[in-house]
């Protein structure tokens, strides 16, 4: 991989980010697909997961050493909401088979990714910052979901709500982060659990989520700032 720090590659990486940016619309289209592969499968799911996964292009990641803590403003629209990590349960519903209620010991005996990225406000700043947690693939794998799925509805404990397309939210660089820049995740950026990831802008990654719902189709609300205009799909 380029050096991301040296000007020339940093345009390479640019290009990267665009090329992984349609390949995502095609992992939007290439989820039709998936549903009805999925259909006549005798396969498990997960495996069907994993198949349209090792397809995708991953984005450019960061070294641990330039991550840019001081960068990264705090943003939240409601304040900072009181969350109390020992009754944290993090719902997992919807077209599922098994809805589940995940503490977070559950959440950290998953496999732990860490992603060093870039995250990029709508409002001019950005931030290389290192999120580590379980992937949310892996998260939602536990919950058994329908093939019928395609959205994920994200609730946050402060009132804020997302919506994701399912490929998006099953990319393997999209993570429950539990932690950042290597110390677990300050209140103010999410904690206990927040979302992280490479392919979207900062107002996709949810802090504070509370809950996951596996839904069939988008509803009138498509999320805190997009319902006041702002674009839905929102890739980088
Ligand atoms: N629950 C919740 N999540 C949120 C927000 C928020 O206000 N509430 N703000 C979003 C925006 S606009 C950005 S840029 C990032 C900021 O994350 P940070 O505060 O950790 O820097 O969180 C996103 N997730
Ligand atoms: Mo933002």
Redesign the pocket.
Known sequence: MADPSDPLSRRRSLGLLLGGGSSLLLGGCALNGWSETVGEATQPLNERIEALLQGKRRLPEFRRSQVEPAA???????GTPEMAPGSYRLAVNGVVSRPLQLDLATLAALPQQECVIR?V?VEGWAAIVAWSGPRLADVLALAGPSPLGAYLAIR?A?Q?FETWDLASALHPQTLLATHMNGAPLPL???APVRLASPIKL??K????VTGLELITGLGERLGTWEDKGYEWFAGL
């Open positions: 990264l403003l705090v943003n939240s629209f409601n995250h406000c946050s402060d804020y103010a950026n999410g900062g107002y990654q949810s802090k504070w």
